[in-house]
């Protein structure tokens, strides 16, 4: 089964990811950070608000408590106690005034009225709407706070607080004081709630008393169930819940020690949300932002990067096809070292090349460049008709120069034959050292008669004295072996081995000559020069001179 490959990416990608890798985990962070406030300020502000609705009851208690005094003593006034009545009636108008109540009553047991403030003393009275609670005092001799009941008299709805007012130690009346919702609804406001929270007070059976809002709809209607129920249970508490107009509402409450009611305050779940969602919203936008500009930031680094890295393909490919290698300052350090160590890499390169096509003495081409430029003339020639000559030359009389004065000499000898070779050929001609005292010229579109003036001239330049120091050498001379394309042969090998053997023919017919090679001549595989070639050879120099 064929490996798939594995999918390579580029700076930018990697570079993007890298930025998501660090933005996207450090959100996630913020966000739990925030739910976590989030959770821990909706604690603290459901444990507050726990603390508001215990001080509005104690507020509201304080506020019986007043009307309650009042109460216990007009209970124990004189009149009362003698049964006149109507002394009593009069009394209890003038405690009204200063006692912060809508009326006062007196009932005995069964609830009947025995006075009433709104009425003249001795009008015919009905049953107290406060029946319940006026037979709890009865019962229990001690003073009670009713829940929400119509006034019998004044036929709207309101509360009482009632106390026992005694003979002995029997309970021999009822004495009430009417509180109206209104006054209620005052205490609330005072409590100086946001605006947008819903209070409320409920009687002990969870009829609404009053409200900070739509109250003449609710009054005396029964509230939430599930708020109900909970303050069934315990009497101070939270829980989530909708309002009886089906608000959702984080509900806190509280019960009053004076009375079975219930203070309650619904904080709207909206804008609690709507702070978290506001701080949500706050880090999505900042975040979106910085991790906008982050990847711009790496998109750009990105392209830089690519652009350094690509920038260096033009300069590797120039270096393998052995161009001139340009590399352009880049935007990084690391690219920029890239660079220098491909341009490191082109002259080592081009060094190496030049020490394996050139002779490491005189600098000239060696054997090897020699051939391949060879070979390309050729093609050349073949193609345009053009004609050429390989001058093979070797020095004549060289060993003794090493064996006198030495292989130093001997290689200043070998310069000086290399700098006169480069001065007498044209500039467009070719001059080549291919080993020890063998040097060769290529002249290209020359003929037979142009070669031979360049070889006649080449063996007398090179064989004219030669000063190196203090030594003169007076009897180096030169042979050269001539060979003409397409005379003398088609192709390289022949050629060379034409021309060597022409040269071997020279110096057979005594040195400090040069001779043709001819098509017809053979070289022979050993050294030996036959006689024959010797002869013919010597009668071809003569007439090419
Ligand atoms: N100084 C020096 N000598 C070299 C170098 N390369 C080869 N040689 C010597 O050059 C000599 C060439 O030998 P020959 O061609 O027989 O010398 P020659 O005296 O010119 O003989 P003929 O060609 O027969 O005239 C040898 O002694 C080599 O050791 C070099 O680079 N420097």
């Known amino acids: 089964m064929p490996l798939s490959r594995p999918v390579k990416h580029g700076a930018r990608y990697r570079l993007t990811w890298l930025v998501m890798a660090c933005v996207l985990p450090m959100l996630a962070l913020i966000t739990f950070i925030v739910i976590d406030q989030y959770r821990h300020d909706r604690e603290q502000l459901i444990q507050k608000s726990v ?29 009362l106690k003698t ?42 009275l009905p049953v107290t709407g406060s029946l319940v609670t006026v037979r709890k005092v009865f019962a229990s001799g001690d003073s009670a706070v009713s829940d929400l009941f119509i006034g019998a008299i004044v036929r709207r709805p309101l509360v009482a607080v009632v106390v026992p007012a005694k003979r002995g130690d029997k309970v021999a009346y009822a004495l009430g004081a009417t509180v109206y919702p209104e006054r209620l609804s005052a205490t609330l406001a005072r409590q100086g709630l946001p605006p947008d929270w819903i209070a409320a007070i409920y009687d002990g059976g969870g009829h609404f008393i009053t409200r900070n809002r739509d109250i003449d709809k609710l009054l005396g ?49 909206a804008k ?66 890239v660079g220098k160590a491909i341009e490191r890499a082109a002259d080592i390169l081009a060094h190496t090349r030049h ?65 006169r070779l480069e001065l007498e050929v044209r500039r467009s001609d070719l001059v080549s050292r291919l080993g ?59 050629l060379l081995q034409r021309a060597d053997y022409a040269m071997y023919l020279a110096k057979a017919a005594g040195k400090r000559h040069y001779a043709f090679a001819e098509a017809e001549i053979r070289p022979d595989v050993s050294d030996e020069v036959p006689e024959q070639d010797a002869a013919q050879l010597a009668h071809t120099d003569k007439s090419a001179y």
């Open 51 to 79: 603390l508001t609705t215990r001080a509005m009851a104690l507020t509201i208690d304080k506020d019986l408590g007043g009307v309650e005094t009042g109460l216990h003593a007009l209970a124990n006034s004189q009149y």
């Open 221 to 269: 209607k029964r509230g939430s169930a599930g708020l109900r129920e909970k303050m069934a249970s315990t009497r101070e508490g939270s829980l989530e819940n909708r309002t009886i107009d089906g608000t959702p509402v984080i509900a806190i409450f509280s019960r009053s020690t004076r009375s079975d009611w219930t203070i309650a305050i619904g904080i709207p779940k």
């Open 272 to 337: 609690l949300n709507a702070e978290l969602w506001r701080r949500v919203a706050l880090i999505a936008i900042v975040t979106f932002f910085i991790l906008l500009g982050t990847l711009a930031l790496a998109w750009n680094l990105g392209g830089k990067i690519a652009r350094a890295i690509h920038a260096l393909i033009g300069p590797a490919l120039a270096l393998g096809r052995n161009e001139q290698v340009i590399v352009q300052p880049s935007y990084l350090k690391e690219t920029d070292e």
């Open 355 to 419: 020490q394996a096509y050139h002779d490491p003495l005189t600098g000239l081409p060696n054997r090897t460049l020699f051939n391949e430029i060879i070979a390309q003339q050729l093609a050349l020639c073949r193609r345009y008709g053009d004609s050429m000559a390989i001058l093979y030359i070797d020095l004549d009389g060289f060993k003794s120069v090493n064996d006198t004065h030495g292989h130093a000499v001997g290689d200043l000898l070998l310069l000086q034959v290399a700098a």
């Open 436 to 494: 020890g005292d063998e040097f060769a010229t290529l002249l290209m579109n020359t003929d037979r008669s142009g070669a031979a003036t360049v070889a006649e001239k080449l063996v007398e330049v090179l064989s004219a004295p030669y000063q190196i120091g203090s030594i003169s050498l007076t009897h180096i001379s030169a042979s050269i072996g001539v060979a003409m394309y397409p005379e003398a042969g088609k192709d390289i090998e022949t």
């Open 83 to 124: 049964g006149n009545l109507r002394a009593f009636h009069q009394q209890a108008k003038e405690v009204l005034r200063h006692l912060d109540a809508g009326n006062i009553y007196l009932t005995d047991a069964n609830g009947q009225q025995l006075i009433h403030t709104e009425r003249p003393y001795g009008a015919d």
